[in-house]
């Protein structure tokens, strides 16, 4: 089925290891974005990409880094992971402002430091 | 900061009935946006209203906008237990057109 693939779903990391969490759209969307959601929260925006080559800070990028070197994907990495990055994370793609069919979301990364 | 807000933050009500709930966000907006969310679970897209549009329908959702008041409703009429989850608004604000900005939520648990 077409969509938003996210890999791994689940990941433990001792405080100070690195990861690469992974995201892969088949939906030919330019836009693609990294968010965290923290519980009772809503989403909130790590980094985005208006198209390959082209990436952009979000809400709460520090600690996190991106790149886009195709259009199809988009991988998030922790440099040094703290404690404080302990969530959910999702991936989404999308047309511009949502086009008419809104964002779609892969369906996360649970992510815990240790 | 999140750009949406949404009232209540729980709300608990019977199957067959109605459930409201309301979005006020900061900034101009290009489009309004809501979401489900079943535990532990992704995403999933609802319903999109434009910032020119006052009043849409999909199924049993009806959303309505007003951006003189920053604010939307989204109601679920004849609610199902199916239906419990959370639902999040999210806004596009006028140029910044990568960026989705959600509300904290509001969790609906229907009951049979």
């Known amino acids: 089925n077409a969509g938003v693939t996210q890999t791994p779903k689940f990941q433990v990391l001792k405080t100070g290891q690195s990861m690469t969490l992974q995201c892969a759209q088949d939906?030919?969307?330019?836009?693609m974005s990294w968010y965290r959601q923290d519980p009772g929260m809503g989403l909130r925006l790590i980094h985005y990409s208006v198209g390959a080559g082209i990436t952009d800070q979000g809400e709460v990028p520090n600690g996190y880094n991106v790149s886009r070197s195709t259009t199809e994907d988009f991988p998030l990495r922790l440099l040094s992971a703290a404690p404080s990055q302990t969530s959910v994370y999702f991936c989404?793609?999308?047309?511009?402002?949502?086009?008419?069919?809104?964002?779609?979301f892969g369906s996360g990364t649970r992510l815990t430091v240790v | 900061s999140q750009q949406g807000e949404e009232d209540p933050q729980a709300l608990s009500i019977q199957e067959g009935e109605n459930a409201t709930m309301n979005c006020s966000y900061k900034?101009?907006?290009?489009?309004l946006q809501w979401y489900r969310q079943n535990s532990g679970r992704g995403l999933v897209h609802l319903i999109l209203i434009r910032s020119n549009e006052r009043e849409k329908h999909s199924g049993r959702l009806r959303v309505t906008l007003d951006t003189s008041k920053k604010s939307s409703s989204l109601l679920i009429t004849a609610s199902r237990a199916a239906d419990t989850a959370s639902y999040f608004c999210a806004t596009v604000a006028r140029d910044s057109w990568g960026k989705l900005q959600f509300g904290a939520g509001t969790q609906v648990v229907v009951t049979p």
């Open positions: 900034t101009s907006i290009n489009n």
């Open positions: 989404a793609s999308h047309t511009r402002g949502g086009g008419t069919y809104g964002y779609t």
């Open positions: 939906m030919n969307h330019e836009y």
